[in-house]
């Protein structure tokens, strides 16, 4: 168990449709990274999160958009769906500090797109 | 772009052997280099890493070798055990010092088979 939750495991809805993936991180992570991994492809990199302020930016749709509250927990929201989008989208957390890349991740939440 | 390349998309090996997967990266700015285990239905888990500044990492089973000079990484896993099959991923971090990012690049996987 890493201590990253992931909510919803797995989801499957529409083109079109808008979803909202949440994650915890590690208790007293304050980074917060999602990736997205498509069928066959590694992880790609969407966007990092440090004690709510956004702090890197990778290859993120404008339909996509993330946030990092206050308690720390983080969501993902996927707009204006597409068959493409369908894949598993992991969420990580780290410290922040330490600057070894090393990275915790949830166990993913797999959105299906129909 | 693909800045960090796992060519094999997969690797079958028999149990008590050496296991041994490749991974090359173009950008120089990388300073760590880490492997992540991936079972099914599971998130990634960090497995081992080596900073840019030394060229072989050792932890029990596991070793890491970096030639900075062809920027390639390699893992070696012996002696190598059914438990160990599953998906590799080779990452590169490109971290900015000071300000909490620590911006992680992955290759697309291997596949590892260890055959008992």
């Known amino acids: 168990d890493s201590g990253v939750t992931q909510t919803p495991k797995h989801l499957i809805t529409a083109t079109g449709q808008r979803v909202t993936l949440r994650c915890s991180p590690r208790?007293?992570?304050?980074?917060v990274y999602w990736y997205q991994q498509s069928l066959d492809q590694g992880l790609q990199f969407l966007i990092q999160?440090?004690?709510?302020?956004?702090?890197a930016k990778g290859n993120i749709l404008e339909r996509f958009s993330a946030q990092q509250f206050p308690d720390l927990h983080s969501e993902l929201n996927l707009s204006s769906l597409e068959l493409g989008d369908s894949a598993l989208y992991f969420c990580?957390?780290?410290?922040?500090?330490?600057?070894?890349?090393?990275?915790?991740f949830g166990e993913g939440s797999r959105l299906t797109v129909l | 772009d693909q800045q960090v390349k796992q060519n094999s998309p997969s690797l079958s090996v028999q149990e008590g052997r050496i296991s041994i997967l490749n991974c090359d990266y173009t950008?120089?700015?990388?300073?760590?280099f880490l492997w992540y285990k991936k079972y099914p239905a599971e998130g990634p888990t960090f497995l081992i890493s080596?900073?840019?500044?030394?060229d072989k990492n050792e932890d029990g089973r596991f070793t890491v070798f970096l030639n900075k000079s062809a920027k390639h990484l390699s893992l070696h896993i012996v002696p190598s055990q059914p438990g160990d099959s599953a998906v590799y991923f080779c990452?590169?971090?490109?971290?900015?010092?000071?300000?909490?990012?620590?911006?992680?690049?992955f290759g697309t996987g291997t596949r590892l088979t260890v055959i008992p």
């Open positions: 208790s007293g992570d304050l980074s």
């Open positions: 080596i900073s840019s500044i030394k």
């Open positions: 990580a957390s780290s410290a922040g500090t330490r600057h070894t890349g090393e990275l915790f």
């Open positions: 950008n120089s700015m990388f300073d760590y």
């Open positions: 990452a590169a971090s490109a971290a900015w010092r000071g300000t909490g990012a620590n911006n992680l690049f």
């Open positions: 999160y440090y004690n709510g302020e956004e702090r």
